[in-house]
């Protein structure tokens, strides 16, 4: 049997041959930015043109949603969006890197749709930035499931990519199978809020037999926030199955909340 030599090196050699390997790699394929495509200085990084150009959320944003306010005043003393105040979510709260514009649609459309599932760690380390607080306190990470006919037809979960860059980043366990998308869902593009409550009420259920949540603090993981129906359907099942509680961490969120 073969001997692992990399265990009888000290870990700050093993730093620098990791870094060696990777100024290799960079030698060999230069990293570019991840939008346009021009030379970068790291893998993974935006140029300086396309960094500016994409709108980061920040404060002020609902307390609960995460949908960005116009201005701090906006939401009142609790600080939340009108549809959080008249029809509040399964979840507890919700954070976005991105909001979702042109911008945003050149990092997001890409990674779901044309197979470039190495976006998913850039994705990831925006979500990180934005959502530290709610990773700091979760126990699990819970990817958005698929339908098996929607997952056989694009071959890859995009949730559950970014999940599994996250956990990498962060060092948190996560479940891939932990939820299961009973039913297919129609697509959501066109609807409005109620229609897409609709739309998705009662089409996520805990996988049977895979585990019991017995209170854990779950961090439910998406690409897209437009509603917040689907994000809240899937915190109900989760809630159901026993979790402690739900927030939820996105990579893009749709800036009006009207607007679906």
Known sequence: MG????QYL????LGGLRHAATAGLDLLLPPQ???????VDGMGRLCANCFGQTHFI????????GVPFATAGEGGALALCPGCLSHPPAFRSARAALSYDEQARRLILPFKHADRTELAPVL?????????ELLAETDVLVPVPL???????????QSALLAVALARRCGRPWLADALRRQRPTPALGELGAAARAEAVAGAFTG???????????????????????TASACATALLAAGAARVDVLVAARVPDPRGG
């Open 207 to 229: 996988a049977p037999g895979r585990m019991v949540f017995g209170g854990r603090k779950v961090l439910l993981i998406d690409d897209v926030m437009t509603s917040g129906a």
């Open 58 to 65: 920040s404060a002020p944003f609902c307390s609960c949603c």
């Open 33 to 39: 930015c991840p939008i346009c495509g021009k030379l």
């Open 124 to 132: 990831a380390a925006m979500m990180a930035r934005a959502g530290a």
């Open 10 to 13: 000290p870990s700050r050699v």
């Open 3 to 6: 001997i692992n030599q990399s």
């Open 147 to 157: 339908h098996r006919t929607r997952l056989r037809h694009r071959r890859y979960n």
